[in-house]
């Protein structure tokens, strides 16, 4: 079976710009979350989406926004980007959402965005 | 809140050494506790988990990790570094919500 897929693997946009960044489970999982990981530091939670619904949002912005579409896949979104916003962005998929976090989230490669 | 701390951001052994790499977390219930490895340019692969039960938990590559409630801590342990094992190792803990904190990371060099 695949693995998270996400795309694109690298991108380049510049400040104000918008960015559209796309996640595909596991094939069976139903919740999706996407993490920020700047350079040097562990990933940063962003969003939690289960079933089409979102069940958890970080502390991030507005400019930030996700959707789970009904075949499970997600998007997040960010608007008016900023040079902080430079970062890797890794999606997680599990079986699970609910609970107190005791399901493995296996995680894409990430895509690598670079604001200029 | 619950909050997890990776106590050295660089630890370098030679090949063949022990790996000991060092988790505390803080959490006001009793916690489910992760930890990821990441090579170069690439995402988090689970290395092992602690949920209840054991306390000495076996993963991947060799790894193994204990719970210890009293001290608050998840360090991880290899008996024998392998080059392959250099990466950046994350430990995490799971919240009530289902979204993982992570730790700052630890940059693991191995020495031939």
């Known amino acids: 079976d695949a693995g998270v897929t996400q795309s694109p693997t690298h991108l380049i946009k510049t400040r104000g710009q918008h960015v559209t960044l796309r996640c595909s489970p596991i094939?069976?999982?139903?919740?999706v979350s996407w993490y920020q990981q700047v350079l040097g530091q562990g990933p940063q939670f962003i969003f939690q989406y289960y079933e089409k619904e979102e069940r958890g949002r970080g502390n991030f912005p507005d400019r930030f926004s996700a959707r789970q579409f009904p075949n499970y896949s997600s998007e997040l979104n960010v608007n008016a980007l900023l040079l902080g916003d430079s970062a890797l962005y890794l999606c997680?998929?599990?079986?699970?959402?609910?609970?107190?976090?005791?399901?493995?989230?296996?995680f894409g490669p990430g895509t690598r965005l670079t604001v200029t | 809140a619950q909050s997890v701390t990776q106590l050295g951001s660089h630890v370098s052994v030679s090949e063949g050494a022990l790996v000991l790499l060092r988790c505390n977390y803080s959490?006001?219930?009793?916690?489910?506790l992760f930890w990821y490895v990441q090579y170069p340019n690439q995402g988090l692969q689970l290395l092992l988990k602690?949920?209840?039960?054991?306390?000495l938990v076996k993963g991947i590559n060799g790894f193994e990790a204990e719970f210890k409630k009293s001290e608050t801590s998840f360090h991880l342990t290899k008996p024998s570094a392998h080059m392959s094992d250099a990466a950046e190792y994350f430990c995490a803990v799971g919240s009530n919500t289902g979204k993982l904190i992570f730790g700052q990371g630890t940059t693991l060099q191995v020495k031939p």
């Open positions: 094939s069976g999982h139903k919740s």
């Open positions: 602690y949920t209840t039960g054991a306390t």
């Open positions: 997680a998929s599990s079986a699970h959402a609910s609970g107190r976090g005791g399901y493995e989230q296996y």
């Open positions: 959490s006001s219930v009793p916690p489910y």
